[in-house]
């Protein structure tokens, strides 16, 4: 059974940092892309960054590039999303799914995705 595991989340003030982890089970990352959702009640998923299969490229969102930084350790089977200089506005939950090998822009072609982990940035 293949799982997806957020953790990480949490209440931070801005300009704070975070760092997720999406922790993978019954597949293996050397063959999956993994990206990184967001959403807020009351709108659409939003893909913010993705990292191909072996991490050859990578991509960010303009509101987060630069303030995010995707990693991978396949041999771990983890994807880590560290968040800095974090505003209002990236208060979400997060959720990491994966695709086989290629980044998509699109959230219906990943096959797998975690519940998510809700990540509060307020003062």
């Known amino acids: 059974q293949v799982q997806l595991v957020e953790s990480g989340g949490g209440l931070v003030q801005p300009g704070g940092s975070l760092r997720l982890s999406c922790e993978a089970s019954g597949l293996d990352l050397d063959h999956y892309a993994i990206g990184w959702f967001r959403q807020v009640p009351g709108k659409g998923r939003e893909g913010i960054s993705c990292t191909s299969s072996r991490g050859e490229s990578t991509y960010y969102i303009d509101s987060v590039k630069d303030r995010f930084t995707l990693s991978r350790d396949n041999a771990k089977n983890t994807v880590h999303l560290q968040m800095n200089s974090l505003r209002a506005e990236d208060t979400a939950i997060y959720s990491c799914a994966a695709v086989l090998y290629h980044c998509?822009?699109?959230?219906?072609?990943?096959?797998?995705r975690g519940q998510g982990t809700q990540v509060t940035v307020s003062s």
């Open positions: 998509s822009r699109r959230a219906s072609d990943f096959r797998f």
